[in-house]
């Protein structure tokens, strides 16, 4: 579909019409294996195996690429087998890789654990401070992988320097936009290369499934991608695609209600006592709010905060929250909480990417405002 209809035609209809067999205005969830060929090699509409293509993930794919604006898309069964397999097809052992010095935990396990004994090498750098990015490119650097913002301290990068940086160096430029959406930040516009999503976050919006994707424009190595997407067999069912469908029909209306009431929530929490400090890109104290307030379209539903009792108040004040449930993951229609570091982000303990012990998450859903207040005013008190 073309870019010059709106976000929301495009979340609604892109890759998405209606069914040629039976009008359905809904995609069919084409829950096969096979497909029956006409003749050997006769394929009906290039479908063979559903390993390789299947028409449901089809339709996410071309949702995908249409609300990065990019030219190719890929579904994954999880936001780890997107990255997983971008790092394999795009790099070779002894290849070099800037990281965020407060990557998501997930991202830093894969890099440290798994990529490292490949042969892989990486540096964390703090991807907000241009400089020390640029500093830290050597000569076998092939990739800048950012997050922006980074989970769970909510850390900006400037797209646009870094991809500057990573055109100089001969490198690419990958973003996980995860936290902001594609209705909040396009990454390929302002310079990326190619945008990851986990996209049991945001896009399918209500905790139901588990997907990843990548959506970039170059063909060559779009091409390569689809060899190992395939080759690595870590694809979506066809349910799950319909659901992250679903879920990407009412984004725009989702993210502008996460937005108001992370807003709110904040608001709340930079007045509170026993708040320390509240990380949050809309605070025009963040050190990242101008660039943020560049490259976004909003804030984003993601609240982080210490607590001034350190980490004992921090974990009182989890399990205190009745209306935000203690639970890992984000970006779903409900309210969450945890304490990073001893849930999302405990492979990152006694690493230089450890998070602070007194900090709290907050993904900010879309129940009412007042309740959610009334929620935390009751979970942080004495």
């Known amino acids: 579909m073309s870019e010059s209809y709106g976000f929301e035609t495009r979340a609604i209809h892109a890759g998405q019409s209606a069914d040629p067999a039976t009008g359905s205005v809904s995609v069919p969830i084409f829950q096969t294996s096979t497909y029956k060929q006409d003749g050997v090699g006769g394929l009906r ?5 559903s390993r390789t293509a299947n028409p449901t993930r089809t339709a996410l794919q071309e949702c995908l690429a249409a609300l990065e604006g990019g030219a190719h898309g890929l579904a994954f069964g999880s936001g780890m087998s997107a990255e997983d397999c971008l790092l394999r097809a795009a790099l070779a052992p002894g ?3 800037l990281i965020p010095n407060d990557a998501y935990g997930g991202t ?15 540096t964390p750098v703090p991807l907000g401070d241009l400089d020390a990015v640029r500093a830290a490119v050597r000569p076998a650097t092939r990739m800048i992988w950012c997050e922006t913002p980074t989970n769970p301290l909510l850390g ?26 594609p209705y909040l930040q396009q990454p390929l516009a302002l310079g990326a290369d190619v945008v990851v999503h986990s996209t049991t976050k945001y896009l399918g919006g209500h905790s139901d499934v588990i997907g990843g994707a990548l959506v970039l424009s ?25 659901l992250v469908l679903r ?9 502008d209600r996460h937005c108001a009431n992370a807003e ?19 605070l025009p104290g963040h050190p990242g709010h101008e660039v943020a307030a560049k490259q976004m379209g909003g804030f984003g539903g993601m609240v982080s905060f210490t607590l001034r009792g350190g980490e004992p108040a921090a974990l009182r ?3 205190r929250a009745r209306v935000f449930t203690l639970a890992e993951s984000l970006g779903g229609i409900e309210s969450l909480i945890e304490h990073p570091g001893r849930m999302t982000h405990a492979s990152a303990a006694g690493s230089m990417l450890e998070v602070p012990p007194d900090l709290v998450r907050l993904s900010v859903g879309i129940e009412t405002i007042d309740d959610l207040l009334a929620d935390l005013t009751h979970a942080l008190a004495d």
């Not at 870094?162 to 690419?172: C, D, F, Q, V, Y």
């Open 45 to 49: 509409g290039g479908y063979e195996y």
């Open 95 to 97: 290849d070099h890789v």
């Open 108 to 122: 830093f396990r894969l890099f440290s654990k798994v990529l490292s004994r490949w042969g892989l090498a990486y």
């Open 156 to 181: 900006i990068a400037d797209i646009a320097g870094l991809a500057g940086i990573a055109s100089e160096a001969g490198a690419r430029l990958v973003v996980d936009n995860t936290f902001a959406s």
């Open 218 to 242: 170059d063909p060559a190595l779009a091409e390569t991608l689809r060899f190992h997407q395939n080759s690595l067999g870590a694809v979506p069912g066809p349910f799950d695609c319909w």
């Open 247 to 255: 879920g990407i029909k009412t984004l725009a209306v989702r993210m």
């Open 264 to 282: 709110r929530v904040v608001e709340l929490l930079t007045a509170h006592p026993a708040v320390g400090r509240v990380l949050y890109p809309g």
């Open 317 to 319: 004040v989890c399990e």
